[in-house]
């Protein structure tokens, strides 16, 4: 008998700390697993065992992702001209 594999996406809260996260066990819905990206450790019984697992590689990953975000967000916007500058650009 085949087994079936049943894909979805994990739930992330934030924790205490920019880099610790809370993810959600995929093979028990509802458990969640506390995960420092930073240190690259995790609650779940691999982690607690010193091996890796899928919770620390998600938490990287959506670590990275979080601080892109905000470098985007504080780029400041490009600043466009108004008035008679911008009526000369416009027919430049």
């Given amino acids: 008998m085949q087994q079936q594999t049943i894909t979805r996406k994990p739930a992330i809260r934030l924790g205490m700390r920019p880099h610790i996260y809370n993810i959600e066990s995929a093979t028990r819905p509802g458990v969640f697993h506390t995960t420092d990206a930073y240190k690259m450790t995790c609650t779940c019984e ?5 091996r890796r697992c899928w919770h620390v590689a998600t938490a ?5 992702w979080r601080k892109e975000q905000r470098a985007k967000n504080a780029r400041p916007a490009a600043i466009r001209p108004t008035g008679m500058a911008a009526l000369q650009d416009a027919f430049a």
């Fill in 46 to 50: 691999a982690g607690r065992n010193g």
């Fill in 60 to 64: 990287v990953l959506y670590d990275q």
